[in-house]
């Protein structure tokens, strides 16, 4: 069998690099008002799409359950805030949603 | 003190820890199904440490694509890390920065989100426990998994891993409740991802790093008018 060892290294070459440099650059200097208003954006819309994005590329029997399971945690963290237990009832439902649905 | 935010940080990476446990136990399955040796394996997770990207390229190695576009692909995949770790740069000016590139290799989707969303508790002992537990959930998830995964039941690997999805939504959804604005940026970001999607001109990766930049600049440009007003 070929050696997938050159192939690891560049994957993490390339998965590091992105994580490091921003960070290693942005740090400690003055940013401008416009890109430091933009980068504070960025966690809300990067869940959104991801958000999105995982029940647009589930598999078509399981987009109910993610819809289910991501509709339930979203509910009880808009109420009580509390993400462990948002989390928790949203496995809960998915599992009880998977074994009764598909 | 330090104690205290150990503490809040193992609280606050549970979610991540019980989530990326069964889709690393996936991976490691798959790939021992890919015909992956266990030490690369391994290595995928400890190195890489990248679970989109892993997956994938898995899939590639089964359809005989070359190291180079597997390795270009990953890069495409991973660039969203760059605006993940832009924002935490702003958050993060004040941290000893013989630590940034060991933080830095902590910064996925999740970690990155339940950072964001403790500003008020960042510091070193707080990240890095996060870090260092989800990737400790993800390496040995994926040893577990090559291991012994043929026990654990589907369905019950398919609802934990919509357990992340689950913890994005239970970070966004408390700050929507707050404000406007982040109710309208979502919903923005919601349309713009889904208009990228459905077009297909972006292969995947591309629409998720253009759908966060276009969204996020429409956040400035509006936000900013509403100001002036």
Redo the contacts between chains.
Sequence with gaps: ?KS?????????L???L???????????RN?NK?L?????????????????????TAADG?KI??VI??????????IK????L???????L??LT??TL? | MTKDRIKEGI??V??IV??YFPIAMAFGLLSKNT???FR?TS??SV????GA?QFM?LDLIRAGVS??S???A??LL?????????????E??D?N?KF??I???G?T?ET??VI??NKDKIDLPFVLTINILAYSSWALGTIAGYLVGEILPA??Q???S????????????????KSKN?LF??????V???IL?YSKIFTSGWD?IL??II???I??VI??KNEEE
């Design positions: 069998m997938y060892l050159p192939l690891i290294i560049g994957m993490t390339v998965t590091y992105p994580r490091l440099i921003p960070l290693a650059l942005l740090n400690n940013i416009s430091k208003e933009f980068l504070l954006y960025i966690p809300y819309t990067s869940l959104s799409i991801l958000i999105i994005r995982g029940i647009l399981m359950v993610t399971g991501v509709g339930i945690a979203a509910i009880i963290s808009y805030g509390n993400l462990v948002s989390v928790l009832a949203g496995i809960i998915s599992f998977i074994n598909v | 609280i606050a549970l979610p019980i989530g015909d992956v040796t690369n290595l995928l190195m890489v440490y990248a990207s390229a190291a180079g597997i390795i270009l990953t890069f991973n660039l969203r890390h760059m605006m993940m770790s832009a924002s935490l740069a702003v993060f000016q941290m920065k940034l590139p933080v830095a290799f910064i989707d990155f989100s964001s969303f369905s019950l398919s609802s934990l919509i357990g992340l999805y689950a913890m994005f939504a239970a970070l966004l959804f408390p700050e929507i409740k982040i940026l979502s919903i923005i970001s919601a713009v991802y889904v999607f998720i759908g966060i969204s996020s600049s956040g400035v936000f900013r």
